[in-house]
T-cell receptor
Framework: SQTIHQWPATLVQPVGSPLSLECTVEGTSNPNLYWYRQAAGRGLQLLFYSVGIGQISSEVPQNLSASRPQDRQFILSSKKLLLSDSGFYLC??????????????FGPGTRLTVT | QKEVEQNSGPLSVPEGAIASLNCTYSDRVSQSFFWYRQYSGKSPELIMSIYSNGDKEDGRFTAQLNKASQYVSLLIRDSQPSDSATYLCAVNVGTGRRALTFGSGTRLQVQP
């Protein structure tokens, strides 16, 4: 069976510090991978998605970046965090290569607080 | 107009009642529709998917899709306090877009 991991689970970082969040998927190959952010009491905002190694699509211009160095690894980074970067960061994967049937499954999430 | 719209709630129903959650979307070419349940502090969990007009039943859950009217709904029969959560509607909006667009969610409260 497939499993998606995220770490760390929680993170408190000062403004201006760097960020690295990691997501890995087990039990599948060549998944589509996604990063979402959910601000407190808000909906999900798509940040990045990737259809393969080194292939990143950005949805929202901001001070975040994403990389996919390996097939089942997706990393979200920032060089300098802003207060507005606080939120619940969710990684998701989609196992079906049919763009008309895009079920997505979420990891447990990382709760980031920027102080 | 938002691409995917939901009433934020809270929707309060008594235990054992039917909860009805609604979602409208703006893009007529959308092909796939999903309902996720999100408990407070947790990540969303996929509970239903629907791709064609009509009803799809899974246990106490029924998803209804009407592409002509551009709405999708979720019915929860025999609501339980454990169903209290935020329910997110998700749609693949846009031709060739390889990601889902989520509504902001409806908070459901089931009163014991």
């Amino acid at each position: 069976s497939q499993t998606i991991h995220q770490w760390p689970a929680t993170l408190v970082q000062p403004v201006g510090s760097p960020l690295s969040l990691e997501c890995t998927v087990e039990g599948t190959s060549n998944p589509n991978l996604y990063w979402y952010r959910q601000a407190a009491g808000r909906g999900l905002q798509l940040l990045f998605y990737s259809v393969g190694i080194g292939q990143i699509s950005s949805e929202v211009p901001q001070n975040l970046s994403a990389s996919r160095p390996q097939d089942r690894q997706f990393i979200l980074s920032s060089k300098k965090l802003l207060l507005s970067d606080s939120g619940f960061y969710l990684c998701a994967w989609n196992p079906i290569r049919d763009w008309n049937r895009m079920e997505q499954y979420f990891g447990p999430g990382t709760r980031l607080t920027v102080t | 107009q938002k691409e995917v719209e939901q009433n934020s709630g809270p929707l309060s129903v008594p235990e054992g009642a039917i909860a009805s959650l609604n979602c409208t979307y703006s893009d007529r070419v959308s092909q796939s529709f999903f309902w996720y349940r999100q408990y407070s502090g947790k990540s969303p969990e996929l509970i239903m998917s629907i791709y064609s007009n009509g009803d799809k039943e899974d246990g106490r859950f029924t998803a209804q899709l009407n592409k002509a009217s551009q709405y999708v709904s979720l019915l929860i029969r025999d609501s339980q306090p454990s169903d209290s959560a935020t329910y997110l509607c998700a749609v693949n909006v846009g031709t060739g877009r390889r990601a889902l667009t989520f509504g902001s969610g409806t908070r459901l409260q089931v009163q014991p």
